[in-house]
C-alpha cells in the first residue's frame, strides 16, 4: 500500500507507482513525470493534484502526461512561447504609478487548473444559485425592501453601504413598470477560495464592472496556440458558449425591441486597470468600445456621438462602477459619468448591464445573512458558503468578534476595502483598529481566515511543479430561454484562476491560470474567434465610427509621424556626428541639425571634449524625461493608440509592443552609433506599424483620419527642413542638402534620377514639385486632398460650399502648382529667387499650419466636462 | 392657513449651455396637514423633457432637460396649499430619553426600523464626539426625549448667530460649531449631527416658513426665502418637527416641501450643465397667505 511515509517527503517512485496503477506508461513519459513531480511536498493540506495520500487525482492523469511528453525543454519552450503570445496581443493592464505607459503583465502558467465533471457540476449549481440568490436581493432592496420591514436584514446593514445609492429605488415605480423588462443581475462574477477541507468558499462577489472573462478567454485561445495538440485533443468545456449567451442576453435587453439593437461597451477609458480587457471584449463581442464622452442622453435616451450625428444606443454593456455613472443623481464629482443616465435607464429609455445599483449586492457584511436569506428568497440551502463572517452592526456579532479579534481578518464594508490580517499588525495597530471598530461597528466585517488548499504551479526557472494557494474568479450570466421573456443563469465552465493567498487582487498575482472543465467525454474543437458574432450586425468603420475614436487615430497619425521625423534626424545628427569625429573636420551641418532637433548647441569647449559633449547632447533624446525625445514624442503616440485599441488589428498591435519596449529600453545608450542604430530601430517598427495600419485597417473613415494625421505632421516637417536647408541655414550647402536627402529616404531616388551633384534645383524638383514621389510635398498635399475630400459631411452638409478644411488644402495645392519653377531653380545664385522662395515656403505653410485645427473643428466633438448647478460636498 | 407659494430660480450664465439635466424638488409634498393644489410650473427656456417622479423618501421630483442653447435659466413654481395644525405634542412619554434609544435600536417595528436609516451618516453630517459633548447638556440620565429635544432645540437658538454672510454650501460642521454662527440650513444640520451622535434618529425638512413683515409695514414681494429645519422621531409617537433657528416647534406657516438625510438629499433645484463658464444665481420666494392675496386684489 501507498501512503505511509512521513508527511512532505518527496517520494518520486510513489507517484510513478500510482500513476502505473491503471495503464503503464512510456518509459520516457514516467521519467518526464518524475522529474517534474519529484520535490512535490505532501501533507500540508489538501491540494487539488495529490491526496491526502499522495497518490495523483485521476482527472489530472492526461493533462500531466500530455505536458510530461512534452519533455522538460519541451514545456519551457511552450511557457516562453506562451509569453511571448501574451506580451504580442499586449495583455497588460495598468499600474497607476506608472504613467509612462510601462505596462504590466503577468505569467500565464502552461499548466492549467484542472476540475473534475462532478465537482464542476455541483460547483455550478452553486454559482447560479448564488446569481438566482443576489437577483431576488437585488429586487427586493430597490423594491418593496420587504427584508428590512420583515427585520430579516438589519436597516443599518444596507442604509450604511456606499453602494446601495438612493437614486435607484424603485418602490413608487414598480406600479408603472412595462411587464416584462428585465432589471435584474444580468453577469456576476464569484471569487472562490478551495479551502483545505476540499470545500469551495465564496470569498467574494463582483457585480458591477467584473473583469476577467477576457483574460480567461485570451488565456485559453494563447494556450491552445502554444499547445496545440494539447488543446485539441482535451475533453475540455468549451467557453465560446457562454459569451454567446451574455451577446444574445445584452440583444434582449433592449427596451424598444429593436431588431438590430444598438450594443455598447462603456469602459472608464484607457487608464482603467482592465482596459485591456474592455477592448479586447468589445472586439471579441463585435461592440463599440466607448467612453462616457462618446455618449449623451437627449429625450431620455442614450445617444453616440458619431462622425454621422447621434446615433440611438439600446444597452450598455458597463464597465464603470456605479457611482461614477451619472453626475446628476450619482457621485456628482464624477468627471466619466453620463449625466442623467439613471433618469434614462429609469424611463426605460436605456438598459445597462448590470443595472445600476448592483454595487450593494458587493457588501461583504451580507454573507453571514446569505443562509437566511436564501432560505427565504428561494425556499433553498444555501449550496456555496462563505468564510465564517460577522458584520460587526449586529451587537451580538460584535462581542464575538472583540472577543476573537486577534485570530481574525477585518476589513471595511466599502468597496476596495483591504483585507486586514489581525495577527499581522502591532500591538498599537491592532488596538487602533479595535476602537475604530467599536467606534463606528456597522462599518466593519471579520472573518475568519480560511486555510487554502493549493494546486500545482510550474516553476519556469526550476522546471519544476510547486504547490501554491490559488484564487478563481467563475462567472455567471443570464441567457434567454426558448420562449420570449424566459432566462436562466448559466456558469462559464472555466474562468480565472490566480495564485496567491485568499482575497489577493487577480491585478497584483504574478502567475494566472487557465481553468479546464473537463468534459465526461471529448469535446469537437470549435475556433473561438468570432464564434459569438451572433445576430447583432453594427457597422464599425462608417459614419457610426465615435468621434472621439476618429479624434484619437488622428493624433496617433499625427505624433508616429513626428516620431519618426524626429528620429531620422537624431539618426542623420548621430551619423554626422561619427563622421567628424573620424575625419577630423568639423561637419558644418551639424549646427544646424541642432536647431531642427529645437537642441541647444553646447557652449565652446576645447577641441577633445567637443566630440562628447555634442554625443550627450543628442543622446539625451534618448531620455525620458526630455521634452523634446523620442519617449516623450512615443507616449501620446501610445496613448491614442490604447484609445483606439479595438481599431487596430493584432498584427500592428504587436509591431506597437516591440516598439514599446524598444523606446523603454532606449536610455542609457554606450555609443553614438548605438544610438544611431536605435533610432534606426524605431524608425523600421514606425514604418511595419503604419504599413500594418494601411494593409489592415478597411479604408474607411478611421484609416482617413489616421492618414490625414500622419501627412499633416509629414507636410510641415518636410517643408520646415526645407526651408531650414535652402534659406535659414547657418551653413547652407551640399552638407545640409545631404541631410535633407537622408532624413527623408531620398538619396538613392536622387542619385538615380540625376546622377550628380547635389544641386538645390534638383532638390526642390525631387521634394517639392514631384507628385510621383511619396516624400514630396506635391504628392502629400494631392494624398492629403484626396483623404479630405472623402471625409463624411457633417450635418450642416447639403451646402455647395467648400468646408474650411478643404478651402485650406486647396489654398496650398494651387499655390505650389502655381509656383514659377523656372524662375526658383536659380535660388543658389539668385537672391530674387531665394526671396521667392521663401515666400512660397510662407505661402505653403500658412494654410497648412491651420488643416489641423479646422478638421477637429469640423469633426471631432469637443465635449466639454459636465459641471454642476450647485457643488455638493460629497461622503469621502 | 392657505398660502400661496411662489419660488423662482433664475441662472445666468457667462457662456451658452448647451444641455443640461436637471432635478427640482420645489414641489411641496402631500401630508396629513398639508393639502397641495396642482402647481404651476413654468420653465425658461422651455425643456424638451419633463417628468415627475418620487423619490426614495416619497418626496415629488421634477426631471427636465433643456436641449437646445440658452444663456439662462428661470425655474418658477406656484402652488396653493392649505396648511392644518399638526398632531398636537405627546404629554406622556413612555420612559426617559435613553429608553427610546435602546427601544429604537430593538424596534422590529416597522416605523422604527424605517427611522433607524436616520441614525447613521449622511454626505453632510458626521456622527462626531464633539456633537454629542454639544447635546449633552441637554440630556441628562432621566431626561424624557420630548423634552432633551426642546432643550437641544432652543440652546441652538441661543447660542447660535443667524448669519447669511458666513457659511456655503460646503461649510463643515465643525466649522459652525466652533464659530457659533450659520443659517437655517446648518443649524438643521447641527442639531441632526447632536441628536444622531447621541444615537437618535433625525431627518432634515427642506420647506418654506411664512414671515411676517413688521407691523405696520406692507409684505416685500420675494422677500422670504426657502427655509430648512428638521424631525426627530419619537419611538412609539412618530417624526417630531422642530426648527432650532427660530427655536421653535413648526406649525401651520411652515410648509414642507419635502425631507431627506440632509441637504444633499433635498436641493430645491440640482442640475449638470454643458458649458456654462461662470453663472450668478437669484432667487425669490413668496409664501403669501391667501386672504392677503384676496385683500390686495379687492
Known amino acids: 500500500m501507498l501512503g505511509h511515509d512521513v508527511p512532505g517527503l518527496p517520494d518520486a517512485a510513489r507517484l510513478r507507482d500510482a500513476l502505473a496503477l491503471d495503464a503503464p506508461l512510456s518509459p520516457e513519459t514516467a521519467q518526464a513525470l518524475e522529474a517534474f513531480l519529484g520535490d512535490y511536498p505532501l501533507g500540508t493540506g489538501h491540494d487539488v493534484l495529490l491526496d491526502s495520500e499522495g497518490r495523483l487525482r485521476p482527472h489530472w492523469r492526461g493533462l500531466l502526461e500530455a505536458l510530461a511528453s512534452l519533455g522538460e525543454a519541451g514545456l519551457a519552450e511552450r511557457s516562453d512561447e506562451v509569453q511571448r503570445l501574451l506580451y504580442e496581443n499586449g495583455v497588460t493592464f495598468n499600474v497607476h504609478d506608472d504613467a509612462r505607459g510601462r505596462l504590466r503583465t503577468w505569467r500565464v502558467d502552461p499548466l492549467p487548473l484542472a476540475i473534475d465533471p462532478a465537482t464542476w457540476r455541483e460547483l455550478e449549481a452553486g454559482l447560479t444559485q448564488r446569481s438566482r440568490l443576489l437577483d431576488a436581493l437585488f429586487a427586493d432592496l430597490y423594491g418593496p425592501r420587504r427584508l428590512i420591514d420583515e427585520g430579516v436584514l438589519p436597516p443599518e446593514l444596507i442604509f450604511e453601504h456606499p453602494g446601495f445609492l438612493l437614486a435607484c429605488d424603485r418602490g413608487g415605480e414598480l406600479a408603472g413598470e412595462p411587464a416584462g423588462t428585465p432589471s435584474g443581475l444580468i453577469f456576476h462574477g464569484i471569487d472562490l477560495v478551495l479551502d483545505t477541507e476540499g470545500r469551495w468558499r465564496v470569498i467574494a462577489d463582483r457585480v458591477q464592472a467584473p473583469s476577467g472573462a477576457g483574460y480567461a478567454l485570451e488565456n485559453r485561445i494563447i494556450l491552445a496556440r502554444a499547445m496545440p495538440n494539447l488543446y485539441r485533443e482535451a475533453p475540455l468545456r468549451r467557453l465560446a458558449g457562454f459569451l454567446e449567451a451574455e451577446h444574445r442576453t445584452l440583444a434582449s435587453l433592449s427596451p424598444l425591441h429593436r431588431d438590430q439593437p444598438h450594443v455598447v461597451l462603456l469602459t472608464p477609458g484607457p487608464d482603467n486597470d482592465s482596459y485591456f480587457e474592455h477592448a479586447y471584449l468589445a472586439n471579441y463581442m463585435n461592440l463599440p468600445l466607448v467612453e462616457s464622452l462618446d455618449l449623451v442622453v437627449r429625450d431620455e435616451r442614450v445617444w453616440m456621438r458619431t462622425l454621422g450625428g447621434l446615433k440611438p444606443v439600446d444597452v450598455i454593456l458597463r464597465r464603470l462602477e456605479d457611482a461614477w455613472c451619472d453626475p446628476l443623481e450619482l457621485r456628482g464629482d464624477s468627471l466619466i459619468g453620463v449625466p442623467g443616465l439613471v433618469q434614462a435607464a429609469r424611463s426605460g429609455g436605456i438598459a445597462l448591464s448590470n443595472p445600476l445599483g448592483v454595487s450593494v449586492l458587493e457588501h461583504p457584511g451580507l454573507a453571514p445573512y446569505l443562509p437566511a436569506l436564501c432560505q427565504r428568497l428561494l425556499g433553498e440551502p444555501l449550496a456555496l458558503a462563505s468564510p465564517e463572517s460577522w458584520w460587526c452592526g449586529d451587537p451580538a456579532s460584535l462581542e464575538t468578534v472583540l472577543a476573537e479579534f486577534d485570530a481574525l481578518v477585518v476589513r471595511g464594508i466599502e468597496p476596495g476595502a483591504r483585507l486586514v490580517e489581525v495577527s499581522s499588525l502591532s500591538r498599537d495597530q491592532a488596538q487602533a483598529l479595535r476602537r475604530a471598530v467599536i467606534a463606528r461597528p456597522t462599518r466593519y466585517v471579520a472573518q475568519r481566515p480560511i486555510m487554502p488548499a493549493t494546486a500545482p504551479v510550474y516553476d519556469d526557472a526550476e522546471h519544476r511543479l510547486h504547490p501554491a494557494p490559488f484564487n478563481l474568479r467563475a462567472f455567471v450570466t443570464r441567457e434567454p430561454g426558448e420562449r420570449d421573456g424566459d432566462w436562466d443563469y448559466r456558469a462559464m465552465p472555466g474562468g480565472l484562476a490566480w495564485v496567491g493567498s485568499p482575497g489577493t487582487p487577480s491585478l497584483a498575482s504574478e502567475v494566472v491560470k487557465d481553468v479546464w472543465v473537463l468534459a465526461e467525454k471529448p469535446q469537437p474543437h470549435v475556433s473561438l474567434l468570432r464564434q459569438a458574432a451572433g445576430p447583432i450586425v453594427v457597422t464599425r468603420d462608417g459614419v457610426d465610427l465615435p468621434s472621439r475614436v476618429a479624434d484619437s487615430l488622428f493624433w496617433l497619425g499625427r505624433y508616429g509621424e513626428r516620431l519618426d521625423v524626429r528620429a531620422r534626424l537624431l539618426r542623420e545628427a548621430l551619423l554626422r556626428l561619427l563622421e567628424q569625429d573620424q575625419q577630423e573636420y568639423a561637419d558644418i551641418s551639424l549646427a544646424d541639425l541642432f536647431e531642427a532637433l529645437t537642441l541647444k548647441w553646447p557652449a565652446a569647449a576645447a577641441a577633445e571634449r567637443r566630440f562628447g559633449d555634442l554625443r550627450a547632447t543628442l543622446l539625451t533624446l534618448l531620455e525620458d524625461d526630455q521634452p523634446a525625445g523620442l519617449p516623450a514624442c512615443f507616449q501620446p503616440m501610445l496613448r491614442n493608440c490604447r484609445a483606439v485599441r479595438d481599431h487596430l488589428g493584432d498584427d500592428a498591435w504587436r509591431v506597437l509592443n516591440h516598439l514599446r519596449r524598444h523606446i523603454n529600453a532606449l536610455s542609457p545608450v554606450p555609443s553614438a552609433s548605438a544610438g544611431r542604430r536605435a533610432c534606426e530601430e524605431v524608425v523600421t517598427q514606425l514604418s511595419a506599424f503604419f504599413g500594418l495600419c494601411n494593409e489592415t485597417m478597411p479604408h474607411h473613415f478611421g484609416w482617413r483620419f489616421m492618414d490625414i494625421g500622419r501627412f499633416i505632421e509629414r507636410v510641415l516637417h518636410t517643408l520646415e527642413l526645407l526651408q531650414l536647408a535652402l534659406i535659414e541655414a547657418r551653413e547652407p550647402g551640399v552638407a545640409l542638402w545631404e541631410v535633407v536627402l537622408a532624413t527623408t529616404d531620398n538619396v538613392t531616388a536622387y542619385r538615380r534620377r540625376y546622377r550628380s551633384e547635389l544641386h538645390p534645383t534638383a532638390i526642390l524638383d525631387l521634394l517639392l514639385f514631384d507628385e510621383g514621389n511619396p516624400r514630396s510635398v506635391g504628392y502629400m498635399l494631392k494624398r492629403l486632398c484626396r483623404q479630405i475630400e472623402r471625409l463624411p459631411q457633417s450635418e450642416a452638409s447639403g451646402t455647395p460650399y467648400r468646408r474650411r478644411e478643404q478651402r485650406l488644402i486647396l489654398q496650398a495645392s494651387s499655390t505650389l502648382q502655381l509656383a514659377d519653377i523656372d524662375m526658383l531653380s536659380h535660388v543658389h545664385e539668385s537672391a530674387e529667387a531665394r526671396e521667392a522662395l521663401a515666400a512660397l515656403f510662407e505661402a505653403l505653410l500658412e494654410p497648412l499650419e491651420k488643416l489641423s485645427d479646422a478638421i477637429a473643428h469640423s469633426h471631432f466633438s469637443h465635449v466639454e466636462a459636465p459641471r454642476q448647478l450647485i457643488r455638493m460636498q460629497v461622503q469621502p | 392657513m392657505i398660502y400661496r407659494l411662489r419660488h423662482t430660480t433664475r441662472y445666468t450664465y457667462s457662456a451658452p449651455v448647451t444641455l443640461c439635466h436637471n432635478e427640482a424638488r420645489m414641489l411641496p409634498r402631500e401630508l396629513p396637514w398639508q393639502r397641495c393644489e396642482d402647481s404651476q410650473v413654468d420653465i425658461d427656456p422651455r425643456p424638451a423633457v419633463r417628468s415627475e417622479r418620487s423619490d426614495f423618501f416619497g418626496n415629488r421630483v421634477m426631471y427636465f432637460a433643456i436641449q437646445d442653447i440658452h444663456s439662462s435659466l428661470e425655474v418658477t413654481v406656484r402652488t396653493r396649499l392649505e396648511t392644518l395644525s399638526r398632531p398636537p405634542l405627546p404629554t406622556v412619554m413612555a ?204
Open chain 2, 95 to 298: 420612559g426617559d430619553w435613553q429608553d427610546c434609544r435602546d427601544a429604537l435600536a430593538r424596534a422590529a417595528e416597522r416605523r422604527c426600523l424605517q427611522a433607524r436609516q436616520f441614525r447613521l451618516d449622511s454626505p453632510f453630517i458626521r456622527r462626531h464626539p464633539r456633537l454629542a459633548g454639544y447635546a449633552a447638556p441637554s440630556f441628562p440620565a432621566g431626561r424624557s426625549l420630548l423634552d432633551a429635544v426642546i432643550d437641544l432645540n432652543r440652546r441652538i437658538h441661543e447660542d447660535f448667530t443667524y448669519d447669511a454672510t458666513f457659511t456655503t454650501l460646503a461649510t463643515p460642521l465643525m466649522d459652525v460649531l466652533d464659530e457659533r454662527r450659520g443659517v437655517c440650513q446648518d443649524f438643521a444640520h447641527l442639531a441632526i449631527g447632536c441628536l444622531r451622535s447621541q444615537g437618535l434618529a433625525a431627518r432634515y425638512v427642506s420647506g418654506y416658513l411664512e414671515t411676517l413683515p413688521p407691523p405696520g409695514q406692507a409684505r416685500l414681494v420675494g422677500a422670504d426665502a426657502s427655509h430648512a429645519w428638521l424631525a426627530v422621531f419619537l419611538p412609539g409617537w412618530g417624526w417630531l418637527e422642530i426648527d432650532p433657528t427660530n427655536g421653535s416647534v413648526p406649525g401651520e406657516q411652515h410648509i414642507v416641501v419635502g425631507w431627506g438625510r440632509d441637504y444633499a438629499d433635498v436641493p430645491p433645484l440640482n442640475g449638470v450643465m454643458s458649458g456654462g463658464g461662470e453663472h450668478t444665481l437669484d432667487v425669490a420666494v413668496d409664501v403669501i397667505p391667501d386672504d392677503e392675496t384676496s385683500r390686495r386684489t379687492a
